[in-house]
T-cell receptor, first 115, second 109 residues
Framework: DAGVIQSPRHEVTEMGQEVTLRCKPI?????LFWYRQTMMRGLELLIYFNNNVPIDDSGMPEDRFSAKMPNASFSTLKIQPSEPRDSAVYFCASSFLAGNTGELFFGEGSRLTVL | KNQVEQSPQSLIILEGKNCTLQCNYTVSPFSNLRWYKQDTGRGPVSLTI?????NTKSNGRYTATLDADTKQSSLHITASQLSDSASYICVVNDYKLSFGAGTTVTVRA
């Protein structure tokens, strides 16, 4: 398996623009997580899905953020409108039996810079 | 207050030397504790996993220990190599994952 695949790897945009980050989880994994990582706050959970259904979105900062998982092999994280404070690395991770072993398989991340 | 605290925040060591990273947690009980390694520009990768009842687990030159009484875990790196330069993140799993902020290790030749 190619692992968790994220795109784009780098995104530079201007304040107010819409940003869409994409993720393809490992086949067979039934959990998908979106994390944000900054120097100040480390890794923060934004939202996670189980079998394509959002389970906990309490980490989503505000209404400007939304995430979807239309099928088992694809998820998106959208920011509209984007702000400079959204600049961070966004990681997608997938897992199976997350409540048991809890091992997360991370993608390479999408580095977002909002000017 | 974060339930998982790591120390030091960063450290620099010479190639070939040993070092120990600390993880103090308040989550208890828990299912397991993992150490992840995150290379610059990459996603974290699991190094070791320990259950609540385990005391030590090795993965090559990496050895993790767990003391459930003091609620501490450590990650010991033996004979460090340049490729060990990375951030190391402690994660406690009580069916909700609690992440430490990480320790950045720099190995110099």
């Amino acid at each position: 398996d190619a692992g968790v695949i994220q795109s784009p790897r780098h995104e530079v945009t201007e304040m107010g623009q819409e940003v869409t980050l994409r993720c393809k989880p490992i086949s067979g994994h039934d959990y998908l997580f979106w994390y944000r990582q900054t120097m100040m706050r480390g890794l923060e959970l934004l939202i996670y899905f189980n079998n394509n259904v959002p389970i906990d979105d309490s980490g989503m900062p505000e209404d400007r953020f939304s995430a979807k998982m239309p099928n088992a092999s694809f998820s998106t994280l959208k920011i509209q409108p984007s702000e400079p404070r959204d600049s961070a690395v966004y990681f997608c991770a997938s897992s199976f039996l997350a409540g048991n072993t809890g091992e997360l398989f991370f993608g390479e991340g999408s580095r977002l810079t909002v000017l | 207050k974060n339930q998982v605290e790591q120390s030091p925040q960063s450290l620099i060591i010479l190639e070939g030397k040993n070092c120990t990273l600390q993880c103090n947690y308040t989550v208890s009980p828990f299912s397991n504790l993992r150490w992840y390694k995150q290379d610059t520009g990459r996603g974290p990768v699991s190094l070791t996993i320990m259950t609540f009842s385990e005391n030590t687990k090795s993965n090559g030159r990496y050895t993790a220990t767990l003391d459930a009484d003091t609620k501490q875990s450590s990650l010991h790196i033996t004979a460090s190599q340049l490729s060990d330069s990375a951030s190391y993140i402690c994660v406690v799993n009580d069916y909700k994952l609690s992440f430490g902020a990480g320790t950045t290790v720099t190995v110099r030749a």
